[in-house]
């Protein structure tokens, strides 16, 4: 069983960055593949991007290619999620998940543990 903390949400002007951060309350965290996912309202979650265990084999949907990057700091247990030139649309509530394996997913049923969220609104 591993607890999944997100943080690093908050309100930012179209253009603007963020840096999420997903810590996990295991130290063997290293073994897990993590993604992140987005969900706004009345939308489906959707994956964003994800890792691999070892941070060597990293996924971004298209809509955030060339925009946010994933990274792992595993003797810190923690995920990151650096977005840079923010849109709108990159409004949404945004949740880490993990799984227990090198190879990321994704898709939702992929991941066995998720985290609370955290809210991006990315304004006009």
């Known amino acids: 069983q591993v607890q999944l903390v997100e943080s690093g949400g908050g309100l930012v002007q179209a253009g603007g960055s963020l840096r999420l951060s997903c810590a996990a309350s295991r130290h063997t965290f290293s073994t897990y593949a993590v993604g992140w996912f987005r969900q706004a309202p009345r939308k489906e979650r959707d994956i964003v991007a994800a890792i691999s265990w070892s941070g060597r084999s990293t996924y971004y949907a298209d809509s955030v290619k060339g925009r946010f990057t994933i990274s792992r700091d595993n003797a810190k247990d923690t995920v990151y999620l650096q977005m840079n030139s923010l849109k709108p649309e990159d409004t949404a509530v945004y949740y880490c998940?993990?799984?227990?394996?090198?190879?990321?997913?994704?898709?939702?049923?992929?991941?066995?543990?998720w985290g609370q969220g955290t809210q991006v609104t990315v304004s006009s």
């Open positions: 998940a993990a799984r227990d394996g090198v190879n990321f997913a994704i898709t939702r049923g992929g991941y066995d543990y």
